[in-house]
């Protein structure tokens, strides 16, 4: 009898199991059947926003429902992403993931970690550079450099939010060069800049792209890019900090990730979605003329890479002195 009950309750735990597979199957082959969220973790206008613009426009002919963008900036990428992680994990609501993903957790400025999100793609690749306003005193890298030196904490240098990749990226130039700045945190490069524009800090340190139409109209002057290799276009005559001699290359990935949990079947969908997406011309085309570098890795390849920076990170930000 006992034998008997058991094979009994085996039985059930099998159905269950099945209705449950069957149920998930069958809503993952109805999805999506609403609009899905972007939850950009930055402000609006800045080189995560424009990108993931320009990937929810592509994506239009290969995903039966609108993305629609939603900015959530704050705490350098942290209210964003937090949002995402504690999300329903439906395939609903995406989070548009940045370095900062890495870079948050090993400062202990924020307590969801690469673990609680599913890689979908890597999207793109942007250097950090350092931008003054084109009557700044400074004509080259080098006498940006100089000054610095000379006064220490004196220059204003503008980023994208304590723990942004901008803000590390500033961190690790003072490493690499003995120097030390006003850091000036704002949320996103976008206000960052536009305090630049304002006169209310000297300097920023963000990507190109993002500093590039205020570049093109004459306003803004790009000092040197933080990259192994020079830009083109409206950068082209921009040197590396490498060609300076400062061996020092570091800048942003951003991507797009679900909350862990979703179902894999929704998953795929996405991933299949975002490859067609970030095939499309005009995405492609976007990025080129925002000069955002085009850097497309599938989900297997940007896990691998979310993977190797946490490590590479850690080494790098052990080095660093970041006030909180």
């Given at each position: 009898m006992r034998i008997s009950k058991s094979l009994s309750g085996g039985k059930r735990v099998l159905?269950?199991?099945a209705l449950a597979v069957s149920f998930s199957a069958a809503f993952a082959a109805d999805y999506p059947t609403r609009p899905v969220e972007l939850v950009v973790a930055a402000s609006a206008g800045g080189g995560t926003d424009v990108m993931t613009r320009a990937f929810a426009d592509a994506a239009r002919k290969h995903f039966s429902q609108p993305f629609i963008v939603i900015n959530k900036p704050g705490a350098a990428s942290a209210v964003g992403f937090g949002d995402v992680a504690n999300s329903k994990p439906d395939g609903y609501k995406l989070s548009v993931v940045t370095v900062n993903l890495v870079i948050l957790p090993a400062l202990n400025l924020m307590k969801w970690t690469s673990d609680d999100f599913i890689p979908i793609a890597r999207l793109n690749y942007d250097p950090a550079?350092?931008?003054?306003?084109?009557?700044?005193?400074?004509?080259?890298?080098?006498?940006?450099?100089?000054?610095?030196?000379?006064?220490?904490?004196?220059?204003?240098?503008?980023?994208?939010?304590v723990g942004d990749i901008w803000h590390?990226?500033?961190?690790?130039?003072?490493?690499?060069?003995?120097?030390?700045?006003?850091?000036?945190?704002?949320?996103?490069?976008?206000?960052?800049?536009?305090?630049?524009?304002?006169?209310?800090?000297?300097?920023?340190?963000?990507?190109?792209?993002?500093?590039?139409?205020?570049?093109?109209?004459?306003?803004?002057?790009?000092?040197?890019?933080?990259?192994?290799?020079?830009?083109?276009?409206?950068?082209a005559n921009t040197p590396t900090l490498k060609e300076r001699k400062i061996d020092l290359a570091i800048g942003v990935w951003r991507g797009l990730a679900v909350p862990k949990g979703t179902p894999a079947d929704v998953v795929e969908v996405l991933k299949v979605a975002a490859q067609k997406a970030a095939a499309e011309a005009s995405f492609k085309d976007t990025l080129a003329k925002a000069n955002l570098g085009e850097a497309y890795l599938d989900a297997t390849a940007f896990k691998a890479s979310i993977e190797s920076d946490r490590e590479s990170f850690k080494m790098v930000l052990s080095k660093l002195v970041i006030e909180k």
């Open positions: 159905a269950m199991a550079a350092i931008t003054v306003r084109a009557d700044a005193p400074w004509k080259t890298i080098e006498e940006f450099l100089a000054d610095a030196k000379k006064r220490p904490g004196a220059i204003q240098l503008g980023n994208g939010g590390v990226a500033s961190a690790a130039l003072e490493d690499k060069t003995s120097t030390q700045f006003n850091h000036v945190p704002f949320q996103g490069a976008a206000p960052a800049i536009l305090n630049l524009l304002g006169g209310h800090v000297d300097a920023v340190s963000v990507s190109p792209g993002e500093v590039m139409m205020h570049v093109q109209s004459g306003k803004l002057r790009t000092l040197a890019v933080m990259s192994n290799q020079r830009l083109g276009g409206v950068f």
